[in-house]
Every structure is written in C-alpha cells, then in structure tokens.
C-alpha cells in the first residue's frame, strides 16, 4: 500500500510486539520517501527512509520492529505521517508479548565472575592489524586495557591511540574450538557503546569455516581474504550488531552464498530500541535445524527460514562459535561520517552469555 495507509483491527487489551515490513517500488534515492509510523498514537518509528536504510538498493527488503506496544482500548491503530513524498507499507505482524518458552536447559556459560582476563578455557583473542577485515581501522590487541573482566562483566574497551600502525584499539574474542555449538538459544546481556564510527558485534562464525568453501582449503587465512569464499560459503550469524551513527537501531543478519551484501539480498531485521548505550538488554538467537530467528528482550524482530534448497542458503547445519568485539569505523562504521573521537575511549559490557539446548517440552 502506499499514501494514506492505515491498519485497525480489534485486539485484546496487553502488550504486542510489532514488525512492519516495507519494499519500495520505484527506483528512488534516499530522502525521497521519508515518514513516520504512529502505533496507538505513539511514535515509534521517526524519519524512516526505506532506501536509506537498506542501503539504497530496491531489490532489498526493510523489516523494522517496535516492541511492548500498549492496547488499552481493544484497537490496534497504525498509521503513518510523512515527511518527504508518502508512506509505504508492505505488511505488519502483531505479536502478543510472550515469556521465552521455559524447556531450554542450561549446557554452557560464562558470567564473568573473576576479574583480570577472561576465562582463557572458554576464550580465545584475536590480535590483529587494522585492516584486516571491514576495512577497520582498530588494531584487535590481547591487553587488559581493551580485553578483561571487571566487577563480574566482560569490558571491550576502544580507544583512539596509535598502536601497530593502526589509530584506534580494540578488543576481539571468541570461543572456537573451546565451545563449538549446533543448534541451540544464545542469550548475551550486554550494553553497547555509543559514538559514531563504534561497530559492536555479538555474532558467529563456522568452526569449520571450510565446509562449503571451493576455492581454498583448511590452513589458509580466510577471513579478510579476497580468494578465499569460505565467507559466505560457510556462513555468519549476527545476533547484534550496532553502528553509532544510528543509535537505537539493532540489526540481527544472516549471511550466505545466496543472501549476502554483495548482491544486496542480504537477509536481516531491525528493531529499535532507545536505551541499547545506557541499559543492558538481553540479546538472543534461536538457531535450529529449520530456522533461526532473533529476540531482543524476547522480542522476536527477525526470523529465517531454512529454504531446503542446500548449502548456499542454508550453511547452518555445522557448528559455529561465539565471538565478542568493537569495531571502529570500517565499511559500515564510518558509513554515517567519520568516527567521533571525542567520545572515546567506549565501552561494551556483557553481563553473562549462557547458551542452552532444547530439554522436555
């Protein structure tokens, strides 16, 4: 639909989680198309921009979520206001507000109870040069300045100091080949940073990143290669990522051979949320045989499917491992300008990261 477009239907009296989905039929430029959306006369989405946000790429879909929408009079009203030219919707899911299913069980965690550096039995650094990947500009060290633990939370500091050749660092860690999962719930509580040019990630890799590869093999260094395809290949699973040039948005992404960047089908969802640089929130995937799909606070805002058409849609049938960091600036850091100095050194905290795997219903 497109122009005066307004959905209203009975609802039970509670709280509804909210993803609008958005496609743009003509072939625009951002800016062009600007609006807000109004859920029982609350704003919940400012100046959005689907060609903006997708990167200006048409052929992209834009799935954004509003959580803990309040019905208090049985109706769900949406509409939208415009900005520039006018509003656009594609479809909207309603969601009742649901606690997290209750059979998980526990099978591996790590909450930081003990100051100094982390757990080196669950974790392992990354120390590299800037531009090893992303075209980032921080240097990844093992020190404590960006790596440790402290008052029972994981702390990845960034600062702006030359180091290694590179102006900014960071930390990096994950648990490859000390916690390697299939399947499962993984919930981080964490409170990113905040300033632009800041790209926090909570996500995975392949443990075997050579699963689908076809133009090389175990032993060369893949990441950041421009032969090696064992990315995509393989796959990633972004369970947060945050760039400070837009602060509030989460996106949760999956990348393949099929959906990835490059040719701008990449698969992934948003949704908004103000307090992500002064709250914790939990962020979770649940990752299994036939989907994954994403939650912030149990907030499902993201989900995808397995297609059952093999491997380069769906690589997700090996293990992954979890990793932890702060970028600082790089393809998408510095896509809103350049990093804001000024507001480092910055912090990410991570209160706990437990991982669980489906018990008795």
């Known amino acids: 639909r497109e122009g005066d477009v307004r959905v209203s239907k009975a609802l039970p009296d509670g709280r509804y989680d909210v993803v609008l989905h958005f496609i743009e039929p003509n072939d625009i430029g951002g800016g062009e198309r600007v609006f807000d959306a109004i859920i029982n006369n609350e704003r919940c989405i400012e100046e959005l921009d689907v060609m903006a946000w997708r990167d200006g790429q048409i052929i992209s879909g834009l799935s954004v979520a509003c959580a803990n929408i309040a019905v208090t009079n049985g109706r769900f009203d949406l509409h939208f206001e415009a900005r520039a030219g006018e509003p656009v919707l594609s479809a909207v899911v309603v969601r009742e507000k649901l606690p997290r299913a209750a059979h998980w069980q526990l099978v591996w965690s790590d909450e930081f109870a003990t100051d100094g550096a982390p757990d080196t039995s669950k974790w392992t650094h990354d120390v590299w040069p800037a531009k090893k990947v992303n075209d980032e500009d921080q240097t990844y060290t093992a020190r404590e300045k960006n790596v440790r633990v402290e008052n029972g939370r994981l702390v990845i500091e960034a600062h702006r100091e030359d180091l290694n050749g590179a102006n900014y660092t960071s930390g990096r860690i994950h648990t490859a080949g000390k916690a390697d999962f299939l399947y499962g719930r993984f919930e981080i509580r964490a409170k990113v940073p905040r300033g632009q040019g800041t790209w926090p990630a909570i996500w995975m890799l392949p443990s075997d990143p050579y699963r689908y590869s076809t133009t090389c093999a ?22 947060l990522e945050h760039v400070g040039y837009q602060m509030g948005h989460v996106h949760g992404t999956v990348h393949n051979k099929a959906y990835y960047w490059v040719n701008w089908e990449q698969r992934k969802g948003r949704i908004l949320e103000p ?86 219903e």
């Open 218 to 239: 175990p032993g060369e260094d893949w990441q950041g290669s421009e032969t090696c395809d064992a990315w995509p290949n393989s796959g990633e699973i972004d369970i």
């Open 275 to 360: 307090t992500v640089d002064s709250e914790f929130h939990v962020y979770a995937l649940e990752w299994s045989e036939d989907r994954i799909d994403m939650f912030v606070d149990d907030t499902l805002y993201f989900t995808y499917l397995n297609e059952n058409t093999g491997w380069r849609a769906w690589p997700y049938d090996h293990p992954f491992h979890l990793i932890i960091n702060i970028a600082m600036g790089g393809v998408w850091g510095r896509a809103g300008g350049p990093t804001d100095d000024s507001v480092l050194p910055q912090q990410m905290w991570v209160d706990w990261v437990r991982v669980y795997n489906l018990g008795d």
